[in-house]
């Protein structure tokens, strides 16, 4: 229900949830109030960029 998209410009589709169990740095980064119109929406759903690049985030997920 989110998007991460990579530094090379990779969209991944994850499930927040997973996300927030997975990694105490999402579960940071999702406790924190969005700022008023920083917000990126992809078909609905929000975009977080991310300073990797695709292999790294692929490898990861």
């Known amino acids: 229900d989110i998007i991460l998209c990579s530094c090379d410009g990779v969209d991944f ?3 927040k949830v ?3 169990v997975a990694s105490p740095m ?3 980064m999702f406790s924190l109030p969005d ?7 992809e078909g609905g ?4 960029d991310m300073q ?3 292999l ?3 490898n990861l997920l």
């Open 45 to 48: 759903k929000p975009v977080i």
């Open 18 to 20: 997973i996300m927030l």
């Open 56 to 58: 790294m985030l692929d």
């Open 26 to 28: 999402f579960c940071n």
């Open 35 to 41: 700022s008023p119109g920083t917000n990126v929406y």
């Open 52 to 54: 990797e690049m695709s």
């Open 13 to 15: 589709q994850v499930y």
